[in-house]
């Protein structure tokens, strides 16, 4: 079955710590998103790649790292730069068209011990 | 700065009734449009899209319309059912701004049975 696996489902981060939240696609989708949602608040992208080995900011992208070694997977690592990390955290994938919708997983919640 | 506004945090609609979902934008770039549904703890999934070479879009109790001079677009979902009961969010995209999507904090729409 395709789609996209977000793990894990909650995650606590500790003060001054770095957690990495995994978000691994089987669509064969070039491009993967991060976006963070708050309540109130619409979808904010924090960062996107459209291809493997690059990726570029999105308008949040300040206290967030990612990767894109693989064209699966695109993990986001919230380091301790981020002080305000509490939020849910939903990944996204789609063809590198941006005239196709994105598929999206069922997100992380991220909250502060 | 939302670029990408839906003004109605919330919408109740009695069953086989219209449900009609507003979303408003402000960059006169955006030429693609879609709407997302969203259930509680899951990802967002795709509704329907529009381009800006058309003013409505139908998929079976879909529609989706698009007035670009008032820079507006609109989701009807005749007859409304109880299970549409959801989270719809609206998202937009321009050729200048790569593959990023720009996401309205969204509209919770309980229909009434």
């Known amino acids: 079955d395709g789609g996209i696996t977000q793990s894990p489902k909650y995650l606590f981060r500790k003060e001054g710590q770095n957690v990495t939240l995994s978000c691994e696609q089987n669509l064969n989708h070039d491009a993967m998103y991060w976006y963070r949602q708050d309540p109130g608040q619409g979808l904010r992208l924090i960062y996107y790649?459209?291809?493997?080995?690059?990726?570029q900011k999105g308008d949040i992208a300040e206290g967030y790292s990612v990767s894109r070694e693989k064209k699966e997977s695109f993990p986001l690592t919230v380091t301790s730069a981020q002080k305000n990390p509490t939020a849910f955290y939903l990944c996204?994938?789609?063809?590198?068209?941006?005239?196709?919708?994105?598929?999206f997983g069922d997100g992380t919640r991220l909250s502060i011990l | 700065d939302q670029q990408v506004k839906q003004n109605s945090p919330s919408l109740s609609v009695q069953e086989g009734r219209i449900s009609i979902l507003n979303c408003d934008y402000t960059?006169?770039?955006?030429?693609?449009f879609l709407w997302y549904k969203k259930y509680p703890a899951e990802g967002p999934t795709f509704l329907i899209s529009i381009s800006s070479i058309k003013d409505k879009n139908e998929d079976g109790r879909f529609t989706v319309f698009l007035n670009k001079s008032a820079k507006h677009l609109s989701l009807h979902i005749v007859p409304s059912q109880p299970g549409d009961s959801a989270v719809y969010f609206c998202?937009?995209?321009?050729?200048?701004?790569?593959?990023?999507?720009?996401f309205g904090t969204g509209t919770s729409l309980t229909v009434i049975p």
């Open positions: 960059n006169s770039m955006f030429d693609y």
């Open positions: 998202a937009a995209s321009a050729g200048n701004t790569g593959n990023q999507f720009y």
């Open positions: 790649s459209q291809i493997v080995n690059d990726f």
């Open positions: 996204a994938s789609g063809f590198q068209s941006r005239k196709s919708p994105q598929h």
